[in-house]
């Protein structure tokens, strides 16, 4: 168990570098203010991401993965944008721009980074597929809800670069990363000014035994993802996974095919 005052120490040391709060990428902001205008078009949308190459490639790649593949192949952006509807695309544009920030130099700090990214990009397929299936819930604030409940690991990943002992202790990093992520990554979704859902998942799905009276919600979906991808069927302290129970949701069984193995390679793309 990590000494609070270790916990905090990377805190203050994430405040004074001012990486507490990264920026989402012009992309992604400028997107979603075109998806939330009412007399924004296909083409404003399409032009707004044309000018990220990037962005664009992959998000061709992602329409055209199981998660939302259709009878034929999309090849253009305004095909994109008329299939998924302008609010999907803005959305995946979050997602995948999001990646952006997973940047590291030492190898050690790196490869932390990646295996975050890739764990996050396994939880947003899941949470699609399970939002789907078993859910009344929408599929893709499911797959954005999943892929950005790790945001707040960005902070102490980088930050750990300029620290040696963490360089020289990979589990002590990944311990930090997984005790400070609820409270930098809520801080985070403030900022970023996303709706008060994604604070909450953030909040919620740092106890997979996290319980509620209500229909099942976007944490309940999350928490069965990340159930599904580290093969638990209770908590490591052996409680019940109520999250699952409330969903409907056999934990025993495994949703990880050929659909999901597909959609994450597509997420994960060009890491």
Do not use: C
Request: cysteine-free.
């Amino acid at each position: 168990m990590i000494n609070p005052a270790l916990e905090q120490a990377i805190v203050n040391k994430i405040v004074e570098k001012g990486i507490a709060l990264p920026v989402l990428p012009d992309v992604a902001l400028r997107a979603r203010r075109i998806a939330e205008a009412p007399d924004s078009t296909v083409q404003d949308l399409a032009d707004v991401v044309a000018q990220d190459p990037a962005i664009a490639a992959r998000l061709i790649q992602v329409a055209n993965s199981a998660l939302y593949r259709g009878t034929s192949k999309i090849d253009g952006l305004n095909h994109v944008i008329a299939r998924l509807g302008m609010r999907t695309v803005s959305q995946l544009i979050v997602s995948l721009s999001t990646q952006q920030l997973f940047k590291a130099n030492h190898p050690v700090v790196k490869k932390a980074m990646q295996d975050h990214w890739s764990f996050s990009a396994q939880i947003g397929a899941l949470s699609h597929r399970i939002a789907r299936e078993y859910t009344k819930l929408d599929s893709d604030q499911a797959l954005l809800a999943g892929l950005l409940h790790g945001v707040g690991g960005i902070p102490v990943i980088v930050v750990a670069e300029e620290i040696p002992k963490l360089l020289e202790a990979p589990a002590v990093l990944a311990e930090l990363v997984q005790n400070l992520q609820p409270r930098l990554g809520a801080k985070i979704m403030q900022a970023w000014d996303f709706p008060s859902m994604f604070q909450e998942v953030i909040r919620d799905v740092a106890d997979l035994g996290y319980t509620h009276e209500q229909p099942a919600n976007y944490s309940d979906v999350v928490i069965s993802a990340i159930a599904q991808a580290r093969n638990l069927t209770e908590t490591p302290d052996g409680r019940p996974i109520t999250a699952a129970q409330r969903i409907g949701i056999d934990l025993s069984v495994n949703l990880i095919d050929q659909e999901i193995d597909e959609a994450i390679r597509a997420l994960s793309a060009g890491f």
